[in-house]
């Protein structure tokens, strides 16, 4: 006579073989969604989760965030709603270090996750912070002003938003290195804002260069789009081409031409592609019980005229957006 399962041995047996997981819903909340930069986060999420279906975990990526990154009642808000739909976990770049604390760990309280990425939250209930170390990309940004000018001039930094960690390390690193390392260079304007797009960039820009245009001779610009922004002001005043040695943030469809061209001189780049898809990466290792580290450099590089065509350099300059984002 065969022996039997004990009826509740027999059921969970079954239920192992019959249910299936479901997949994990990950939100994915950037800054903004106009930049190229946040589209480069998107294919690196979208990235993460085909290598992750081929290991046969199922991730679907939900991709919202604010149209400016200067919205950070919006973006609150679609935190909060994330967190009402009880997704699996956030994947947040936070626009506002300070402003974002409480949602976020509304979240972490919740039992939803939260990987932060880009930009430092002044919290410590984040699984993890998956980002570029901004501190340095502002030293690089300093010294390569300073090689062009010879290390005598005058220079100008343009900032971007106030309570943007990311670019508020930038701009530390970036005084911070001219102050120690250029006894011979002056910052003769660094309180002005660009503001959240190309177009508030390219005022303020126009505004700086009015003031200031007969006795600059650099600036540095932090972020896509107030490299862009300023490059198309210093155009219009005849100042590009060298004129003004001038020092960008991130790769764009209108930076990297200006690069090969002469009207900038250097810029520093990150892996926005890589950031995407190891903050998804890690949000997932984390829901898996998989031990994480608490802070992720994703790098960052000089780019100048003379190594932007080397292979490695190619890659950040130009990401293969189009594979991943259909």
């Known amino acids: 006579m065969k022996k039997l399962l004990p009826l509740c041995l027999l059921l ?135 090689e062009v000018l010879g290390g005598k001039g005058r220079v100008i930094l343009i900032r971007v938003l106030a309570g943007s960690n990311s670019t508020e390390q930038r701009e530390a690193g970036f005084l911070d290195t001219i102050k120690k390392e250029f006894p011979g260079i002056t910052v003769i304007s660094s309180d002005q804002h660009a503001g959240p797009t190309r177009d508030t960039a390219y005022r303020a820009s126009q505004n700086l260069l009015n003031r200031f245009g007969r006795e600059v001779d650099g600036i540095f610009a932090p972020n896509e789009s107030s490299a862009t922004g300023m490059l198309l002001a210093l155009r219009d005043a005849g100042l590009a081409g060298g004129k003004v040695k001038y020092i960008g943030f991130d790769s764009g469809t209108q930076i990297v031409p200006a690069l090969k061209s002469g009207d900038i001189q250097g810029i520093v780049v990150q892996n926005p592609l890589k950031m995407g898809y190891l903050g998804v990466k890690t949000l997932v290792a984390h829901l898996r019980g998989q031990k994480v580290e608490r802070e992720i450099d994703t790098g960052c590089e000089l780019v100048t005229p003379e190594n932007m065509d080397n292979p490695a350099v190619a890659d950040l300059l130009r990401p293969p957006l189009e594979k991943y984002l259909k």
């Open 12 to 146: 969970v047996a079954t239920a192992a073989v019959t249910v299936r997981a479901e997949p994990y819903q990950i939100a994915v909340i950037p800054k903004g969604t106009t930049h190229e930069f946040w589209k480069s986060i998107h294919a690196g999420a979208i990235k993460a989760a085909q290598e992750l279906k081929a290991e046969n975990i199922e991730v679907n990526i939900i991709w919202k965030g604010p149209l400016r990154e200067d919205d950070r009642e919006q973006q609150v808000q679609v935190v909060e709603n994330f967190i009402a739909r009880r997704v699996s976990g956030l994947v947040l770049a936070p626009l506002d270090a300070r402003a974002l604390v409480a949602p976020a760990e509304s979240a972490v309280q919740a039992g939803i996750p939260v990987v932060i990425i880009d930009s430092a939250l002044q919290s410590t209930q984040p699984a993890s912070t998956v980002s570029t170390d901004n501190y340095k990309g502002g030293v690089l940004g300093a010294r390569r002003l300073g």
